[in-house]
């Protein structure tokens, strides 16, 4: 129901003002706020507040509040004289799609990998071990990267390969490629499917430190284990992407087996 309940702008005609909490209507604008800086239809310096609010058909209150949030987070910073700028774009990366995060961020700029471990390990960690299904005694090849987007930090990949699969990957290219590219290369055929774990956390320091944000500083993790066509696991991998950097995007269908 829309009505003059609790707040009115000069010159904000009435049919925009919502009887709704504010603190609500403002979440709800800067939900949608987010949603199209994600989606690359808002950009570098926005629209004023007002142009704003007759395209959202919200109060100009509410969208100064949800520009504040939005400041807050650290994805836009508002400065006199200059307006309201977009300071961090966030990239959208599918989960509906088996493909690394070097596909998924095609055309939104270089992607680059620092190699900071890449070794074989004769004793990876148990649940390593149970998830390849690796025998007792057998080693595995660990690979440790963080990702950059021109240059900033976006995620800290954790991967673990069975050391058949893993000593073929080691001689490939890991500073400009994708993982499963490289994967593939190395065993000569595609891989077949993976299944994932997302979940939210704070970024430790050691991780704060690798991505470039503040200690507590939120996190997705992605637990990943991919498979061969066959099923055989062949990679256990744990990515820590930034929460402020990326967005995670699937398609989910209502059918069968989640299919349309």
């Not at 919502?18 to 989606?39: C, K, T, Y």
């Not at 100064?64 to 200059?82: H, I, K, P, S």
């Not at 939104?108 to 390593?128: K, M, R, Y």
Request: hydrophobic fraction near 40%; proline fraction near 5%.
């Amino acid at each position: 129901m829309l009505g003059l309940m609790e707040e009115k702008d000069q010159g904000q005609p009435a049919a925009w003002v919502s009887s709704r909490p504010r603190a609500e209507r403002a979440r709800q604008v800067a939900d949608s706020l987010r949603q199209r800086i994600s989606d690359g239809v808002l950009g570098g310096v926005l629209p004023d507040e007002l142009s704003l609010a007759e395209e959202l058909s919200a109060s100009r209150n509410s969208v100064r509040e949800a520009l504040g949030m939005l400041r807050d987070e650290g994805l836009v910073t508002r400065r006199r004289g200059v307006g309201t700028v977009v300071v961090t774009p966030t990239y959208g990366h599918g989960l509906g799609r088996l493909e690394g995060l070097a596909e998924a961020l095609a055309g939104h700029g270089s992607v680059t990998n620092e190699v900071l471990v890449a070794e074989v390990v004769g004793d990876p960690p148990a649940e390593v071990r149970e998830r390849l299904c690796l025998a007792a005694g057998a080693g595995a090849v660990h690979i440790e990267r963080v990702r950059r987007v021109d240059s900033v930090p976006v995620s800290l990949d954790s991967t673990y390969l069975s050391a058949d699969v893993g000593l073929g990957v080691l001689r490939g290219d890991l500073e400009g490629r994708d993982i499963f590219a490289v994967i593939e290369e190395a065993i000569g055929c595609p891989l077949g499917r993976a299944e994932i774990e997302v979940r939210a956390a704070v970024a430790d320091r050691g991780t704060a430190a690798l991505l470039d944000v503040p200690a507590g500083a939120p996190v997705f993790v992605i637990d990943r284990l991919t498979r061969l066509s066959d099923g055989t696991p062949v990679d256990v991998e744990t990515l820590r992407i930034r929460a402020d950097r990326m967005s995670l995007r699937a398609t989910l269908y209502r059918g069968p087996e989640g299919r349309p």
